[in-house]
């Protein structure tokens, strides 16, 4: 089954300790990205990846890194996470950019205290 | 800098009506709009994709309206069921792929 595979779906942590969101697609697709999503605000795109060792900024990277090292995974990476990156995130993946017949995660939600 | 902006926030149907989600957009040179839907807990999942050269797309019960020169894109769902329960979203992408979102629209169709 097609599938865009987030982990956890559910994380509460503390202010500075580092943390990772797992994001895995099955499809072979070239272009992966994160979102997060927040009241009043919609979705805003924080890191793409248009292919493996290929990632840049979107509108919204201050305090998230990325990695790409393989076409199926693609892992967001708070170092030291803060209240304001309190949201819901999403992972996205697509054969090309656009979110054209995009795959998207089921979410995580993170709360930092 | 391109805005995209969806009124209502928030709507409540009786089942079998027919109604229209509205979507606004400030700069009219877009590569493409799509209509995503969202349900609660999940991740979202492209309904229809317009492309800018295109007035309108249709699946179903559900057809989408572009009209560039006046920034707005319009979802029609005829006929809506309690299952069309959800929040949708359009998005406006440009030729290098970005997509922008509006905040959405939840809608309840209420049996």
């Known amino acids: 089954e097609a599938q865009v595979t987030q982990n956890p779906r559910y994380l509460i942590t503390v202010t500075g300790k580092k943390l990772t969101v797992t994001c895995s697609q099955n499809m072979n697709h070239e272009y992966m990205s994160w979102y997060r999503q927040d009241p009043g605000l919609g979705l805003r795109q924080i890191y793409y990846s248009m292919n493996v060792e290929v990632t840049d900024k979107g509108d919204v990277p201050e305090g998230y890194k990325v990695s790409r090292k393989e076409k199926r995974n693609f892992p967001l990476i708070l170092e030291s996470p803060s209240p304001n990156q309190t949201s819901l995130y999403f992972c996205?993946?697509?054969?090309?950019?656009?979110?054209?017949?995009?795959?998207f995660g089921q979410g995580t939600r993170l709360t930092v205290v | 800098k391109q805005e995209v902006t969806q009124i209502p926030a928030a709507l409540s149907v009786p089942e079998g009506e027919n109604l229209v989600l509205n979507c606004s957009f400030t700069?009219?040179?877009?590569?493409?709009l799509q209509w995503f839907r969202q349900d609660p807990g999940k991740g979202l999942t492209s309904l229809l994709l317009?492309?800018?050269?295109?007035r309108e797309q249709t699946s179903g019960r559900l057809n989408a309206s572009l009209d560039k020169s006046s920034g707005r894109s319009t979802l029609y769902i005829a006929a809506s069921q309690p299952g069309d329960s959800a929040t949708y979203l359009c998005?406006?992408?440009?030729?290098?792929?970005?997509?922008?979102f509006g905040q959405g629209t939840e809608l309840s169709v209420k049996p």
């Open positions: 700069d009219s040179a877009i590569y493409n």
């Open positions: 998005a406006v992408g440009n030729q290098g792929g970005k997509l922008i």
């Open positions: 317009i492309q800018s050269s295109q």
């Open positions: 996205a993946s697509s054969l090309g950019s656009g979110l054209v017949d995009a795959f």
